[in-house]
């Protein structure tokens, strides 16, 4: 399947259904769940009516009914719904093994950072992934031109590049829900899962998170266990880029803005403050999960209560757990430990006409809701770990203009809300004084920390993260597009070799490893053979020629090979340039000094690969691995990629992460600052660079469209063209030579 930019349909996919189908009076009815996600996708459609860019929405999620029940519902036409909806019937035990096993007993308490509660179990991983399989032949059986398919959340991580494996061009995106944990965390998982887990990702154009930090995560995940380098969060894949990005979820705020002023809102709001009437209240709203941190939260309340007797019997927690549907043993314990603790405080501080703690397990409608979030003084909102907590927002979106919320610094929520009361959930102390602080905080301070967040809540809601998501999926397929490079046909070499016979100034930029030779087992096994140094010789004898070798190569090696030949060299990526029949000159600005620093760690990680050695020029240190097995020249490469990054950071070193080999320089040492002198100092009419690895990117960006880039070998690249391989390089010197030699035969 082809995608030509427009997106004509919407399918979303998710773990269950947006709704729950119930019988009343001999009727199927539907009841429509007030999930983040659906409250997102029902507030795009009704505020983006009149350029709404889809021509239907299409949701696939697991049935929690029976197919009987559905084929009832389906044959009522009467359907509220602004949707189409594919139930996908999963057999009961598989489903029980995918969702409580792998999704909530493996990823949700890793990637929370709970990796003493995760259970390691191959059964639930194969549950897991037979069920993303069982979405992805679903969803492969519904796709057609046009659709752009949305995946959602931690349970369906795999099913990106289940789908991409069928539709190669299809816009896919997929966004988490969850934290994407640190690679320290995510590392614990088995290396088969985390392997399929992050290619399963990739299998997606866009990739969305809450925000920056789950980004970063995510990012050195992919280059930690995949290899892949990315760039301003651009990923490069061996056969297109993709992006990765943050997009922090908002709320429809003019729903809980205005819904705090209803009628029946304020009637609930002043019947709950009449019983409260000279305390002050503190809210909390939660899941009943470990790790929201209620316990937590109590004891930093309990900390307050013995830290200021003052406030007795003048202010109330109120504190809602609401049941979770998971089936996980740990939600028992949780609510056993969590009533106990209640129990304990309300113990020892209540009096004969006052409890600390108002404490309620169930679920709260949406009146109740909103009514607590209006007439609470304080919101109390501190969980161990989130991904975001819209909680947090819609309690700020339903203040009038007085109020504070406390919010854990541990939110995703956090990142955009720096006029709450951040804490640290863990700290007692913190949590008491920050509750002192709320509950004295003059008026005037409260109006302007709310204002701010109310205006920031406000000009990023749930529409603009769709449309944002939404929109930048166009801008990732074009830029897809745009980055796809053309293989050098006999076509396109004609009209090469025809703009070369016309020009009068030409120059040709050229790589050594990988473009002019092969790679070999040691640097110094790789030597231009007398073929190729007889096509140089010749292309250098016609003035109009200007041949520039430039390598990463030092310059000892370039000039005992191409020394005699009237041929400009560049060793080390620009450190060193010897011009046609002149000396060599190198950099007078670069210190080498920095190399006693940076060799004995690549000398610790050469010695614990076998096979890996360093190679030392005069400005430049790399480590080679190309001896290295397989598995862990990779393993060892990218534990030396991080240790270098953090050793070098806020330094002039560079580093590159090339064809098997780590190299390390000096910024400002690269094939396109070299390549832009070129241009500057010579009016050319013709130029063509070629080049394999990472380094000739900055040459190829440098170029631009001033001539021909060519690629050697497949993948991302800025070059225009490629060609498959070094011999296919030779050959074009070849027709080169024919137009710059009429009696030239071929060598």
Known sequence: MMCDGSIKRLVIVSNRLPFQLHVHNQQVQVNESDGGLVSALKSYLENQSEDYSFDSVLWLGAAEFQEKLWNKFRANSSSSLRYDVEPVFIERKTYNQYYNGFCNATLWPLFHYFPSFVEYDHNTFRSYEDVNRIFAEKIVSLLKPGDFVWVHDYQLMLLPQMIREQFADIPIGFFLHIPFPSYEIFRLLHKPWKEKLVRGLLGADLIGFHTHEYVQ??????????????????IHLPNRIIK?????????????HVTGTTPVIMERRDSIRANFADQKIIFSVDRLDYTKGITHRMLGFEKFLERHPEWKEKVVFILVVVPSRQVISKYTERKKLIEEEIGRINGRYSTLSWQPIIYRYSQLSFTELTAMYTVADVGLITPLRDGMNLVAKEFVACKADTGVLILSELAGAANEMGEALLVNPMDEEEVSSAIVTALTMSENDQRERIAKLKQRLRDYTVVHWMSDFINQIHEVKELQRKQETR??????????????????KRLLLLDYDGTLVGYARHPSLAIPDKRLVELLRLLSTDIRNDITIISGRDSSFLQAWFGDLPVNLVSEHGVGVKLKSTPWTYRTDVEPSWKQII???????????????IEEKKYTLVWHYRNVDAELGFIRSRELLDYLHHMVRNSLLHIIDGNKVIEIRIVGNDKGTITLKFLEEHSYDFVVSIGDDKTDEDMFRALGDKGYTIKVGPGPTSAQYYMKGQQDVLELLDELNKTSCPIYTAV
């Open 599 to 613: 060799k004995p760690v690549l000398e610790i990680f050469a010695r614990r690969s076998p096979g890996a050695f």
């Open 244 to 256: 990765a990005e943050m997009f922090p979820l908002g709320i429809d705020f003019e729903k809980f």
């Open 487 to 504: 293989y050098l046909s006999k076509a396109s070499m004609s009209d090469l070799v025809a703009k070369f016979n016309k020009s009068q």
């Open 217 to 234: 995560h995510f990012l050195k995940a992919v280059q930690m266990v995949c290899g892949y380098d990315n760039q301003f969060r651009t």
